[in-house]
């Protein structure tokens, strides 16, 4: 254990404290200097699921190998459990009470994704990847949790999701004609898409669009978003001096948009530095991927890695106009239980993966 202690990655741990602790700033300048309600519980979840990611990095990755499948199937039960028990919140059914505790299921099955995914190709012969009938499984795999959380409704998380799952097949070796032909067929299939949307997800993409059109209803986000970010220039106008979080012009504040109002108080460079940090742990996440020497700890060190992209890239370019928003927080930054905890399990999965990187065989477990 002492060894295991001594050869943690330091550097990921320190970089998401400090990225958690940054978060913390942001939702104590959005409740006007105040660690209630949100800055204090921030921390709060930190200690604890900062002790919970380091617990998941001492268990014996073989054991992690032998039930990722489990893992997978019992996140889906949650995730299906939304349907019947889950709570109504923001316009969607998404969460589920557990001991008093609200739970998004949807941000866990993302990480028993990687898991089952990382499984199933680790298990099968490289030859074997380019067989059209070896990707049935995985299709599946994607397929369920996407139509389960698209039906929420929750199109942003749904999408990441699908974005997700490309990036890990890609990786697995999938041939390249096998995504053209996928990505043909969503072009094709987008006047269907459209007619599914409900009216709320339809308002955001003309808001998107044309955000002037309705600038005090569908576009009022994105246009008082745009503002704040402007407004900070290259230094920003101070801490605790956000003009458009003070005078309440900016919704979601401290969840959704919490990258606006830290551009508006640091601007450029305070935006830029945040970056820089979510690119260190990508980094780490994928070099402990080429460092790995089995297929399953590679996957899921990349499939984490490129988790976390898709939050931050989907996140910023949400709250700067350059897509629609669809409600996905910037991870550690934004206020939410739920997406702290999958990206807490994800850290302890990285270190795991990173103590065990020297094994060869797991299906002996």
Not at 125 to 139: A, G, Q, R, T, W
Not at 333 to 348: E, K, N, P, Q
Request: proline share 3%; aromatic share 14%; charged share 10%.
């Amino acid at each position: 254990m002492l060894h295991k202690f001594q050869n943690l990655n330091y550097l990921l741990i320190f970089l998401v404290v400090l990225i958690t602790f940054i978060g913390a700033a942001g939702l104590y300048s959005a409740a006007s200097g105040s660690y209630s309600p949100w800055a204090s519980r921030h921390l709060i979840r930190l200690s604890i699921l900062l002790f919970l990611a380091i617990m998941i990095a001492f268990i014996d990755l073989k054991l992690i190998y032998r039930f990722a499948y489990l893992i997978f199937i019992l996140s889906l039960i949650l995730l299906f459990s939304v349907e019947l028990i889950g709570v109504f919140g923001k316009g969607a059914t998404r969460w589920i009470n557990i001991f008093g505790f609200s739970l998004q299921p949807s941000e866990l099955v993302k990480i028993t994704i990687i898991l089952a995914l990382a499984k199933f190709y680790h298990d099968l012969k490289f030859e074997d990847v380019k067989k059209i009938s070896n990707l049935f499984f995985p299709f599946l795999i994607l397929f369920i949790p996407f139509i389960l959380v698209l039906f929420q409704p929750d199109l942003g998380t749904a999408l990441s999701i699908l974005i997700l799952g490309i990036f890990i097949l890609f990786a697995s070796g999938v041939r390249i004609w096998k995504f053209v032909i996928g990505f043909l067929s969503i072009i094709l299939s987008i006047p269907l898409l459209i007619n599914l949307l409900k009216p709320y997800q339809r308002e955001r993409v003309v808001s998107f669009l044309n955000p002037e059109a309705d600038a005090l209803g569908g576009g009022y986000q994105l246009i008082q978003s745009k503002i704040a970010l402007g407004s900070g220039g290259i230094s920003g106008k101070g801490f605790l001096e956000g003009t458009q979080s003070y005078l309440q012009y900016l919704p979601e504040k401290q969840t959704d948009f919490i990258f606006t109002l830290i551009g508006e108080e640091f601007g450029f460079i305070g935006t830029i530095f945040i970056i820089f940090l979510f690119f260190l742990v990508i980094t780490i996440c994928f070099y402990v991927s080429i460092k790995s020497n089995h297929i399953f700890g590679r996957l899921i060190s990349i499939g984490i890695g490129t988790n976390i992209f898709i939050y931050v890239i989907m996140n910023i370019s949400m709250v700067s106009g350059l897509m629609p928003v669809v409600g996905i927080p910037l991870p550690l930054v934004s206020y939410g239980g739920s997406a702290m905890l999958s990206i807490m399990i994800s850290i302890g999965l990285v270190l795991n993966t990173e103590l065990n990187s020297s094994l060869k065989k797991l299906k002996n477990a």
